[in-house]
């Protein structure tokens, strides 16, 4: 049987890893890899995977790897708009709500490798990390399977080329929206949370408020917040 590897470290991704690996356990061998110390040249030459997805892996990928194997990630823009750092919050941030999950093969540069597939996605509701969950469900269920059971040939991308830049953690900072209205607040809120990225927040003197779990209702927002001494 041919092997795959799947490299992440989001617990959503791990739990469809193994619905995955239970449901093509017959076709191919699956391999976990979830510390970035272990995606290297001699353990993934020694399994020598079909295809190495890497869905929500934030570390670069070396040369050595992607130049003998075939290194797939996932990007949640229509690219080419949209390479770089931060999508979801970027594309929120824009208003860009309808969008693509790129699947595109690991190359030298940030995001310009060639395009498998796309699948459309949309991101008008939820956390973020609401919508990451169901972007694991996409990419398990539809986008690697469609790999898993056909041929696929990737194209080079076509399109304006939009950069986005990676947010920082003081981007967070409620006080640097420009339009505080309900629907912008409520975009920034949720866009920012999410497993390991920096909530929204206000900074009050001598304290941060930190805001989550938001949403509308009759014109209102409600959500749950944290009063948290600034050090």
Not at 53 to 61: D, V
Not at 62 to 76: A, G, L, P, Q, W
Not at 220 to 225: D, E, P, R, S, T
Request: charged share 30%.
């Amino acid at each position: 049987m041919k092997n795959i590897i799947i490299a992440t470290v989001k617990e959503w991704n791990i739990e469809n890893y193994f619905k995955l690996k239970e449901k093509y356990n017959n076709k191919y061998d699956f391999y976990l890899i979830t510390d970035k110390e272990e995606l290297n040249l001699e353990n993934i030459t020694k399994i020598n995977p079909k295809y190495i997805f890497l869905p929500h892996w934030s570390w670069i990928i070396k040369e050595e790897i992607y130049s003998n194997f075939v290194c797939i990630v996932f990007h949640m823009t229509d690219l080419p708009y949209g390479r770089g750092g931060s999508p979801f919050q970027n594309l929120i941030m824009n208003e860009v709500y309808d969008t693509k999950i790129s699947a595109l093969k690991v190359d030298g540069g940030l995001d310009t490798g060639d395009i498998f597939l796309k699948e459309d996605f949309n991101i008008s509701i939820g956390s973020a990390e609401e919508n990451f969950i169901k972007l694991s469900k996409i990419i398990f269920e539809k986008m690697i399977p469609n790999f898993l059971e056909n041929i696929l040939q990737a194209k080079k991308q076509e399109g304006e080329i939009i950069e986005f830049k990676r947010r920082r953690k003081e981007d967070s900072n409620i006080m640097k929206i420009e339009t505080k209205n309900i629907h912008k607040l409520y975009d920034f809120i949720r866009m920012l949370d999410a497993e390991g990225y920096p909530k929204a927040y206000l900074d009050l003197d001598e304290v941060k408020i930190e805001f989550s779990e938001v949403h509308l209702k009759n014109k209102k927002l409600v959500g749950k917040f944290e009063v948290i001494e600034n050090e």
